[in-house]
């Protein structure tokens, strides 16, 4: 953890002002769809068959502190990035090397280009794709220059489901209003850098994720263009069933159906084969939905917002297989399509933050921009027999220049990553044919804070870490070099903001909540 | 009960319809803030000592069915009904012989006259009066003419804490929202009168309480002119604590912040000594609010808007009436004044509905208004010595024409109501001298009608009875012979359902819920 890098934040409350911010929050949340169905450790099923309760979904009580630069630099940035995953997944020559490899490791990874193999022999019949994607980052401090600028650094960039658009744009929202209610303790008139007075109109971010990404989803509908059937068109969600967080996912319905009158409507997952067909007589393959309560209606299916499918649980045999391949080979605008989902994998950001990677130059073009999205990339590199794997060698096996980095297994599941000075040890443990099923990720170093979260009607304050999401919305025309790009466009942003990690004790880790970013100079 | 005189009605689900509407109802309903603090019969405090946990408001499945005429006619005249009410609160004379006569069998109403009386003789200093107001009223179809047109009667008037505003213009958008995607069965095409094609957008009844009770604050706290001393002005919700139907009035507290830019504060009914007092050095006595969380900051209230203390339970010993006595003396305008309380009551209905009553035409001087709000009255008797009272003998007395009636004790508190037949045996079983207690109403015979009710997420279907709720909003000013009106508006509608009660069995009886209208010709 580096040293903190902000003033003491956030105030402190006397009793009565604490219960206040309770109750408004509480208060707030539920009159605004700021929740979640509780969990079962908090209510049981059997208390509530018909799952009609739900409470505040964690948030914490005050916005955290984010730097103002990073902040900036992360949203301007979102277009280049949307730009990349759509050249990445638009190129299906230079992913097959990638996901081939990997497939030899991951049956998961595997069983997905196996679909995408079986639908490209068919032929795809559509040419438009959707990201609504999420890149997420933590402020680094550099450990060995403190005074440097604090810059963000990308943890992972997600292409598929994209979650917490519907939540985070409304955690904002009560940010404000607890700001404007005088929630929280008022400025001071000496105003020298004390904490109370960081919070104001200016350092409180706007967001527009709920708008956005319906926008995204709208303009993908639009652009499939006439029905090719005679049936209504539609966009569906393809979900879990149960899903707690459906309070996250509806927003983004209901702006769909009301704002922009497109018929919307959940799928699980698990029902695609019920649910869905395949118009046959069409040499396009529209898909066609059939609601279970209304048998009646048929509808054409425009967009397949996926927001379930990125897990091997949703796949508990191959029926669900058998689903995702109906979708793929459909000509519903995917998103995202298989070739966009593998662009997500863990791989694929390994392979472009691999120092000396020359693998970012071929999908953006402008050097400057191509510069600008690199200095977001912390160093990763696979040990293997390349030459980034044998630099990665030098550094894993040296207790000393190890202590920046850490160890991660290829496969995705984490839970089992090796930090700095064990890392030497632990690699000397295995047999030397095993190493390149590892990664070597230099260390995002986010300075100390302190907050407090509301999660299940209690408040634990400590040690927290902010994790910046900055969504982006991307439709795009395959292109024999290039995608054609018909949207891009920067979404709104999610602060995810968890117990740290550590030895230093905090809130409990995995504690997870919404968040939004209290922008600061430093 | 009346025979119906609607259609059928709401129409048959299938089980996949019904899954899909309830699954509707329960993430609209939270994602949208139409919810209540779940009852402790359904979650047990201990289970959530915080109180974090809510559910979706208890609402109908389907809108209920109301007769276009009548809603039109209920909203016509709640202009006449705002100056009725603030005519009768104007005029103390005429209240002061009813009310002292209530006084000396209810001490409730004697010890709010108590307190006006106390305020008079030290002299108001606000001349401003807020009433925001619900007529509440049955469909009545004519037993014994069962092709005469129905007609809208009134059950009562609410002068003080108003509710269900919040909620009722929530479920109005519910019942469209499920309309307009699909969740009733679709309108078949032969459409000559069946139940399913009665819903329709021109049948479903657009409301804006929130927005009218709030700028009915707003107007009155823009009324009460600049602050008088030297602090900000803010408004007060008194309310219950604690209060399950937060999220009635939330609404109109965000409102109020957030569009009108009015500090606006809940003070629970039995903390007004605790945190509001009397700033003495004025003559005006304006009322100072010091928020609990926020003990530096002093407020001025314009407006105490009364969400509790209408009840004999907000006033368990001597300090609360000291507190509502600190409220009536002091400059802020009430919402509503002791007056306009008393003018609420049960007995100035009575007064007013009486057969042959001169009173009406006391208060609204055009004849053809008056006329029309006589039309809204069902008659109602006072048992005594006077001309109206030997007529109500007369029927109370004889079992056939007692069949249309209801006698009722004339204290609030409701209950022990005595039904049709059963009134002449039991004004025999009490002596004489006790029946001026008694007041004699004819009976309002809604006509017959089906919907179902989810509730703690159990669903109920059978008979139901819908009342609707008029509100209205108006700010007057008191004068010599009458008030100035300086905003008079009607201000959305409530319709209430409950399980009928009724020997025919169906909904369980006092399982009420908020509800919309269907408007239909009939």
Redesign the interface.
Known sequence: MAASIYPKYPPDL?K??F????TSI???S????L?VR?QPSF?PPE??????????APVTLFPSLFPRACFDEAKAIQKAYNELYASIANDEEWLKDIVEELAEVDDFIAKLWKVHLAVKEEGYTQDLSLGLFRSDYLVHVEPSNPSAKPEVKQVEFNTIASSFGGLSEKVGDLHR?LY????Y??TPSSSSGTASNLINTSSLTPNHTISSLSSGLAAAHDHYGPSKTSNQKCIIFLVQDPERN??DQ??LE?TL??THSI??FRVPFSSILLNTSIDNTHSSRPLLYT???????VYEVSVVYFRAGYALSDYPDETAWTARHQVERSCAIKCPTILTHLAGSKKIQQVLATPSSPHLSRFLKDPAVADRVHQTFTNIYPIDDTNAGREARAIATDEGKSNGYVLKPQREGGGNNIYRAAIPKFLKSLPESHWKGYILMELIEPPAQENAI?R???VQRGQIIGELGIYGACLWRKGENSPTLLENEEAGQLLRTKGRESEEGGVAAGFGSVDSCLLIDV
Chains 1, 2 share one sequence.
């Not at 219960?19 to 309770?22: A, E, N, P, Q, R």
């Not at 208390?47 to 505040?56: H, R």
């Not at 404007?180 to 929630?183: E, L, V």
């Not at 609601?291 to 209606?297: L, Q």
Request: hydrophobic share 30%.
């Open positions: 006397t009565a002002q219960d206040h911010l309770i509480k208060d707030y539920i009159a605004h769809g929740a509780p209510v208390s509530d068959p018909a799952g009609v309760l739900a409470t505040t209003y404007n209610t005088s929630c303790p008022p459906v309070f509806r927003p209901y159906q009301v018929p919307t609601p279970p309560h209304s048998p009646e209606s509301l299940n009607g209690e």
